[in-house]
């Protein structure tokens, strides 16, 4: 038995067609459908742990809605800036192509908190209410809404993210459109599907399986700490920055088309900048306090 022969059998083997549907010129991707469903799972958990701490269901939905909006821009803009100068640039009408692929995690959770942020700072404002007035008789009077802080709703989403990042990973291995460095380890991943991006490619490392452990292990570690950090918006940041500091180390295991300045990809420098910004921060102001106590009743 030749080299090869030996490192399939020491390898896991994928052979899942990475495309449901592929007809008509409509792809849909396991990419795609774990991403739709981790975003699900994400606005779920977010309206259930929100209303048990007195947030309004309603502004929960309509927050998330301004998120997933805010989000999906933010991940295909910062992918779409990686690859301008190989894809985009050439066929433009692939940047709105969200479906089949080619996005940018930290480009989504920047995006997101923008979008979520926006609509809590937008919705009570005086513009809005008089903007509302002429459709009434549509939307119902423009009364203004019990709004949550910016830094509070973030500490209720983190986990959630947490939660659908590891979601949305699952699709990301079964596609096996994330390369890695080659490996001889028994868990090496090879895909075998002729459809696949990866086919062809020796026994990798699967980074992505990484990440999503990662992603489940941050979430125990933090989870205790959900209401102990001070003030709002603190958790968030140490979400942010742990992250960041997991994903830059795991980061070295990919392989990426683009490779900028110190031979960093374009995840790596997104995760120093949140870094940068995120441990200052909480070296400044966050505080350890006593958990706080028991969740007030929603309220609708």
Same mark, same amino acid.
């Given at each position: 038995?030749?080299?090869?022969?030996?490192?399939?059998?020491?390898?896991?083997?994928?052979?899942?067609?990475?495309?449901?549907?592929?007809?008509?010129?409509?792809?849909?991707?396991?990419?795609?459908?774990?991403?739709?469903?981790?975003?699900?799972? =994400?606005?779920?958990?977010?309206?259930?742990?929100?209303?048990?701490?007195?947030?309004?269901?309603?502004?929960?939905?309509?927050?998330?809605?301004?998120?997933?909006?805010?989000?999906?821009?933010?991940?295909?803009?910062?992918?779409?800036?990686?690859?301008?100068?190989?894809?985009? #640039?050439?066929?433009?009408?692939?940047?709105?192509?969200?479906? *089949? !692929?080619? @996005?940018?995690?930290?480009?989504?959770?920047?995006?997101?908190?923008?979008?979520?942020?926006?609509?809590?700072? @937008?919705?009570?404002?005086?513009?809005? /209410?008089?903007?509302?007035?002429?459709? =009434?008789?549509?939307?119902? #009077?423009?009364?203004?809404?019990?709004?949550?802080?910016?830094?509070?709703?973030?500490?209720? $989403?983190?986990?959630?993210?947490?939660?659908?990042?590891?979601?949305?990973?699952?699709?990301?291995?079964?596609?096996?459109?994330?390369? +890695?460095?080659?490996?001889?380890?028994?868990?090496?991943?090879?895909?075998?599907? %002729?459809?696949?991006?990866?086919?062809?490619?020796? =026994? $990798?490392? %699967? +980074?992505?399986?990484?990440?999503?452990?990662?992603?489940?292990?941050? /979430?125990?570690?933090?989870?205790?700490?959900?209401?102990?950090?001070?003030?709002?918006?603190?958790?968030? +940041?140490?979400? +942010?920055? $742990?992250?960041?500091? !997991?994903?830059?180390?795991?980061?070295?295991?990919?392989? *990426?088309?683009?490779?900028?300045?110190?031979?960093?990809?374009?995840?790596?420098?997104?995760?120093?900048?949140?870094? @940068?910004? $995120?441990? %200052?921060?909480?070296?400044?102001?966050? #505080?350890?306090?006593?958990?706080?106590?028991?969740?007030?009743?929603?309220?609708?």
């Amino acid at each position: 038995m030749g080299i090869d022969g030996i490192s399939i059998l020491a390898s896991i083997s994928i052979g899942i067609n990475p495309n449901l549907i592929n007809a008509g010129g409509f792809l849909l991707s396991w990419h795609g459908v774990f991403t739709f469903v981790a975003v699900a799972v =994400a606005v779920f958990l977010v309206v259930r742990w929100g209303s048990r701490q007195g947030m309004v269901t309603d502004v929960l939905y309509s927050a998330s809605m301004w998120a997933i909006i805010g989000g999906i821009i933010g991940a295909r803009a910062l992918h779409v800036i990686d690859f301008w100068d190989e894809i985009y #640039q050439y066929d433009f009408i692939r940047v709105f192509r969200v479906w *089949e !692929g080619g @996005i940018a995690i930290f480009g989504a959770i920047s995006g997101g908190f923008v979008g979520g942020s926006l609509y809590l700072l @937008i919705r009570n404002s005086r513009w809005f /209410l008089a903007l509302w007035r002429p459709f =009434a008789f549509l939307f119902g #009077q423009p009364n203004r809404a019990d709004l949550p802080r910016i830094g509070h709703l973030a500490d209720v $989403t983190a986990p959630a993210l947490l939660v659908a990042m590891a979601i949305g990973r699952i699709g990301d291995v079964i596609n096996g459109e994330h390369f +890695a460095k080659v490996t001889d380890l028994p868990w090496g991943v090879i895909y075998t599907h %002729p459809d696949s991006p990866g086919v062809g490619r020796p =026994a $990798t490392h %699967p +980074a992505v399986a990484y990440e999503l452990l990662f992603d489940l292990a941050l /979430l125990a570690v933090l989870w205790p700490l959900r209401h102990r950090l001070r003030p709002h918006g603190m958790f968030f +940041a140490l979400y +942010a920055a $742990t992250y960041s500091v !997991g994903r830059f180390f795991i980061s070295f295991l990919r392989v *990426e088309q683009n490779i900028y300045f110190g031979g960093l990809n374009e995840a790596q420098i997104v995760a120093l900048i949140v870094i @940068i910004i $995120t441990v %200052p921060l909480l070296v400044w102001k966050a #505080q350890i306090v006593r958990p706080t106590p028991g969740p007030r009743p929603a309220r609708s």
